[in-house]
């Protein structure tokens, strides 16, 4: 009777995420039966503490150079229309950001499973060759076309190929914890992106900018070096065979809402950091001073991906992806919609990098979270892929409405916050179909 009255007094009746109570308890995959171990409990498998952060550090070099420098595309953007592209308007420059966006994002789904067959260390070499290529090339680029080339597919493809196996790797070494590691490897990206706009812009007065672009590829083979040596899988890679996208992944509802939903909202969430710099020059703010405004923007992303991604494993992670998406949106609708001056504009720019930046270290959680360990790569890619035509063509959109307005940002910014709200309430259907009580841990 007492070992009865004991189990009864436990909370052992939470339920999976198929069932109507709340799972406390960090289920890392519903593929798999609830009682299976996602990792198995093999000698092969035995967690190795310094590798796993050895890892994290390598995502973080990695994202540093690669996504970071993605993340400071405005100020190539500005530079060129002040300089190399005077004549051209920002529709057309910001066609090779949005072509490093769609590379970046469209390569998710074949990267991801080259990623699952033989592991991050092929795709993190091959990626850093490319990268620094693709900043050598863009040094000595002439004509639009070939910028559109260097600086626009072969960066993205870079990218791509250090981004994916880096998240993907430090996503299998941990469990509990797993949106706080992932949420500091992504910190990577926000760090390069409030150092490069500073860094550039003093380089391109210093010294040009060929060779300002060329001491950005020096210090990309670096870090891509040491990315190479420390990002380590956990398990043993085991070749795949026969289908390289799981039958279950297109049933999966749970799945397909959470990829409806980050659609949209990556539709409207680069849109500020491509034009927050051109923005704030139309009030007549200083060249110099927008840029520093991008990098506070920047600043505010390492902040959003690492402290909510921290709160996220305490909280549930789909119950911080849902409104971090939301307020971003609203965001840019009320503070940058009706900010007309450099403390309105620097105070946009932190709190939308806090929120853009807690909706991107959240969202590739999310996806391993309701997926098989051995699939962390091809659904993480999936993601990415099925998003990158929003992320193509979303600048452009952007740079349409402000021409069409004729130098009104007020089309722009509402597309962006409409776009993301809307997606917002996706993601919570996605929530939602895990488990229907609102407030669950999920």
């Given at each position: 009777?007492?070992?009865?009255?004991?189990?009864?007094?436990?909370?052992?009746?939470?339920?999976?995420?198929?069932?109507?109570?709340?799972?406390?308890?960090?289920?890392?995959?519903?593929?798999?039966?609830?009682?299976?171990?996602?990792?198995?409990?093999?000698?092969?498998?035995?967690?190795?503490?310094l590798k796993a952060w050895m890892a994290v550090f390598g995502a973080f070099?990695?994202?540093?150079?690669?996504?970071?420098?993605?993340?400071?595309?405005?100020?190539?953007?500005?530079?060129?229309?002040?300089?190399?592209?005077?004549?051209?308007?920002?529709?057309?420059?910001?066609?090779?950001?949005?072509?490093?966006?769609?590379?970046?994002?469209?390569?998710?789904?074949?990267?991801?499973?080259?990623?699952?067959?033989?592991?991050?260390?092929?795709?993190?070499?091959?990626?850093?060759?490319?990268?620094?290529?693709?900043?050598?090339?863009?040094?000595?680029?002439?004509?639009?076309?070939?910028?559109?080339?260097?600086?626009?597919?072969?960066?993205?493809?870079?990218?791509?190929?250090?981004?994916?196996?880096?998240?993907?790797?430090?996503?299998?070494?941990?469990?509990?914890?797993?949106?706080?590691?992932?949420?500091?490897?992504?910190?990577?990206?926000?760090?390069?992106?409030?150092?490069?706009?500073?860094?550039?812009?003093?380089?391109?007065?210093?010294?040009?900018?060929?060779?300002?672009?060329?001491?950005?590829?020096?210090?990309?083979?670096?870090?891509?070096?040491?990315?190479?040596?420390?990002?380590?899988?956990?398990?043993?890679?085991?070749?795949?065979?026969?289908?390289?996208?799981?039958?279950?992944?297109?049933?999966?509802?749970?799945?397909?809402?959470?990829?409806?939903?980050?659609?949209l909202v990556c539709l409207g969430i680069f849109t500020p950091y491509f034009?927050?710099?051109?923005?704030?020059?139309?009030?007549?703010?200083?060249?110099?001073?927008?840029?520093?405004?991008?990098?506070?923007?920047?600043?505010?992303?390492?902040?959003?991906?690492?402290?909510?991604?921290?709160?996220?494993?305490?909280?549930?992670?789909?119950?911080?992806?849902?409104?971090?998406?939301?307020?971003?949106?609203?965001?840019?609708?009320?503070?940058?919609?009706?900010?007309?001056?450099?403390?309105?504009?620097?105070?946009?720019?932190?709190?939308?990098?806090?929120?853009?930046?807690?909706?991107?270290?959240?969202?590739?959680?999310?996806?391993?979270?309701?997926?098989?360990?051995?699939?962390?790569?091809?659904?993480?890619?999936?993601?990415?892929?099925?998003?990158?035509?929003?992320?193509?063509?979303?600048?452009?959109?952007?740079?349409?409405?402000?021409?069409?307005?004729?130098?009104?940002f007020t089309a722009s910014i509402a597309l962006a916050g409409s776009s993301?709200?809307?997606?917002?309430?996706?993601?919570?259907?996605?929530?939602?179909?895990?488990?229907?009580?609102?407030?669950?841990?999920?």
């Amino acid at each position: 009777m007492t070992g009865i009255e004991k189990q009864s007094s436990s909370p052992l009746h939470k339920a999976n995420f198929e069932g109507t109570a709340c799972k406390t308890s960090p289920r890392d995959s519903t593929l798999q039966p609830a009682e299976a171990p996602l990792i198995p409990a093999t000698d092969e498998c035995t967690y190795n503490r310094l590798k796993a952060w050895m890892a994290v550090f390598g995502a973080f070099l990695a994202l540093f150079c690669s996504f970071g420098q993605l993340n400071a595309f405005g100020t190539f953007q500005s530079w060129y229309s002040d300089h190399q592209f005077a004549s051209m308007s920002l529709f057309s420059i910001s066609w090779i950001g949005s072509l490093q966006l769609w590379t970046f994002f469209f390569l998710g789904g074949p990267i991801g499973c080259i990623f699952d067959a033989y592991g991050p260390t092929p795709l993190l070499f091959s990626g850093s060759i490319i990268l620094v290529s693709s900043n050598i090339l863009t040094s000595i680029a002439v004509e639009y076309y070939q910028y559109l080339l260097a600086q626009g597919i072969l960066f993205g493809l870079g990218v791509a190929m250090l981004f994916y196996p880096s998240i993907a790797c430090v996503a299998t070494h941990f469990n509990e914890y797993r949106a706080t590691a992932i949420g500091i490897a992504t910190a990577g990206s926000g760090c390069g992106g409030v150092i490069y706009p500073i860094m550039l812009r003093h380089l391109f007065d210093a010294v040009g900018f060929r060779w300002a672009t060329r001491i950005s590829a020096l210090m990309a083979a670096v870090l891509c070096v040491t990315a190479t040596l420390t990002v380590r899988p956990r398990l043993p890679i085991k070749k795949k065979t026969g289908l390289l996208w799981d039958v279950r992944t297109i049933k999966d509802r749970r799945f397909l809402l959470l990829v409806a939903g980050s659609f949209l909202v990556c539709l409207g969430i680069f849109t500020p950091y491509f034009y927050i710099s051109d923005y704030a020059e139309s009030f007549d703010i200083s060249t110099n001073t927008a840029f520093y405004i991008l990098s506070a923007m920047n600043a505010g992303g390492v902040l959003g991906r690492i402290a909510p991604a921290w709160l996220s494993d305490k909280i549930g992670r789909f119950n911080l992806l849902c409104p971090s998406a939301f307020l971003s949106g609203l965001t840019c609708l009320v503070f940058w919609m009706f900010g007309k001056s450099l403390v309105a504009i620097t105070v946009f720019a932190v709190m939308y990098g806090v929120l853009s930046g807690a909706f991107i270290s959240v969202v590739t959680p999310c996806v391993a979270q309701i997926s098989d360990i051995r699939e962390f790569g091809t659904r993480i890619g999936a993601l990415y892929t099925l998003i990158s035509v929003p992320s193509l063509f979303g600048g452009p959109i952007a740079g349409a409405l402000l021409q069409q307005e004729q130098g009104s940002f007020t089309a722009s910014i509402a597309l962006a916050g409409s776009s993301m709200m809307l997606g917002s309430v996706l993601l919570l259907a996605s929530k939602l179909t895990i488990n229907r009580r609102f407030l669950c841990h999920i």
